[in-house]
């Protein structure tokens, strides 16, 4: 039987004022389908760039037709379903710094007037796709490629020399 081992293999770096440690054990799943069908089925289709948390599950709209969904898998007949927890690895940033760091990284506007709590973005780091979530206690999780989880790592370190 395979075992899925995280890709960062428990990984954590700490700088004044920020913190990166990876996150495993989540369950990440896109779901696709017609707007009626996935909000029948699914039960929550946020806005764009913002999460919906209802229950143990938190909603991110991915595209016109496309909900990521994280929490426990969720039954449905309506919908396409493609688990993507084991191709993604997730990396909590907090500290005094994280926004200062992720300014640094992506084409966002990490203020927290324009990036809140909740809001959530699909962007790029390096040259990397990401997601990014902003969580309530002023902490951010980056989602990315499970393939690319190294590189995002190395980035994200690099990244934090010189934030001053």
């Given amino acids: 039987m395979l075992e899925l081992k995280t890709p960062l293999a428990g990984a954590s770096f700490e700088s004044e004022g920020i913190s990166l440690r990876e996150s495993p054990d989540f369950t990440l799943t896109l779901y696709a389908g017609s707007s009626v069908s996935l909000k029948r089925e699914v039960g929550a289709l946020p806005d764009f760039g913002t999460a919906h948390k209802e229950g143990k599950h938190t909603f991110f709209r991915a595209g016109p037709d496309q909900v990521l969904v994280l929490g426990e898998e969720i039954d ?27 300014v640094a990284c992506a084409a966002v506007d990490f203020s927290s007037n324009a990036f809140g709590t909740h809001a959530m973005a699909l962007t790029g780091i390096h040259h990397m796709p990401v997601m990014i979530h902003a969580l309530p206690d002023g902490k951010f999780h980056i989602y990315g490629l499970r393939t690319y989880a190294a590189s995002l790592w190395e980035w994200l370190v690099d990244a934090t020399t010189g934030l001053g």
């Fill in 76 to 102: 449905t007949r309506l919908c396409a379903a493609t688990p993507l927890s084991s191709a993604r690895c997730r990396i909590e940033i907090s500290g005094t710094k994280a926004r200062t760091l992720l």
